[in-house]
């Protein structure tokens, strides 16, 4: 089967798999085509450039819209907020494929529930602040999308690295991995290195929580075909890429 192997050596974000998807393969302009049926286009501009990290060539995904241009990992009050059932509304109600919509909705879900949890509320009652944003279901769906591109039915993790540190959210001041985060990754081997920043976020977790199983390493059964490299926002001593093998679990 058709099978991705994704190397957190240094986390996980939602550009960083769109930048990994796009390297291994997915036509920028399919990704883009297809998100049009969101019916967000006017909202965002979407963009992939290869940068260099620590010597490796990634791609940088980046969603502009009105209220952030650019990813600097602040978050800021200007950002789009929504609740669990407008975003799974939204997406339903688009015409992307079947397929696409239920892992969407599905990866939110899992974060609502996660968010839920955290903040002592049911879960049709959470509003997500920087998840909700509109970056991130930009990001959410466009993983979805490049997953039915690629025709990927296994997804496997290593070891994640959440980063260490704390970062602002809508709350204030909040310790790495943030709250959500943490909660996602229950049952997942995590750890923290290289660097006082979120490495890894609630999205890039979500992501994992709803669709991964964890593997050491490779599997002596995986054939890989090609390997690519998403980038993050971060300049660090450590590469700030997420490595994704592509290939055959045989």
């Known amino acids: 089967m058709k099978a991705i192997y994704l190397d957190c050596f240094s986390g996980i974000s939602g550009n960083m798999l769109l930048g990994a998807f796009l390297q291994s393969g997915v036509p920028f302009e399919y990704l883009n085509d297809e998100l049009q049926e969101l019916g967000l286009h006017d909202e965002y501009e979407l963009k992939a450039n290869t940068v260099s990290k620590n010597g490796i060539a990634a791609v940088y995904v980046e969603v502009l819209t009105k209220e952030q241009h650019g990813r600097d990992g602040s978050h800021e009050d200007g950002h789009h ?3 669990w059932g407008e975003i799974c509304k939204l997406i339903r109600g688009s015409g992307l494929t079947e397929k ?15 968010e839920g949890k955290i903040h002592g509320m049911n879960v049709d009652d959470v509003v997500f602040h920087e998840v909700g944003a509109l970056d991130s279901i930009v990001d959410i769906v466009g993983s979805a999308i ?3 591109y690629l025709d990927i039915e296994k997804v ?7 980063g260490s540190g704390f970062v602002r959210c809508a709350h204030g001041l909040i310790p790495v991995p943030a709250p959500a985060t943490a909660e996602l ?36 059964n995986f054939k890989t075909e090609s390997i690519a490299y998403g980038a993050g926002t971060w300049d660090l ?13 045989l």
């Open 81 to 83: 907020h929504h609740s």
């Open 100 to 114: 696409v919509r239920d892992l969407s909705c599905g990866i939110f879900g899992t974060l609502a529930a996660a």
């Open 146 to 148: 490049c997953l039915e």
């Open 156 to 162: 496997l993790v290593s070891r994640i690295n959440t």
């Open 185 to 220: 990754l229950l049952g997942l081997p995590t750890y923290h290195k290289g660097a006082e920043r979120e490495l890894t976020t609630p999205t890039g977790a979500a992501f994992l929580k709803s669709l991964a199983s964890y593997e050491e390493s490779l599997p002596v």
């Open 237 to 249: 001593e450590i590469p700030n890429v997420l490595r994704m093998y592509l290939g055959e679990l």
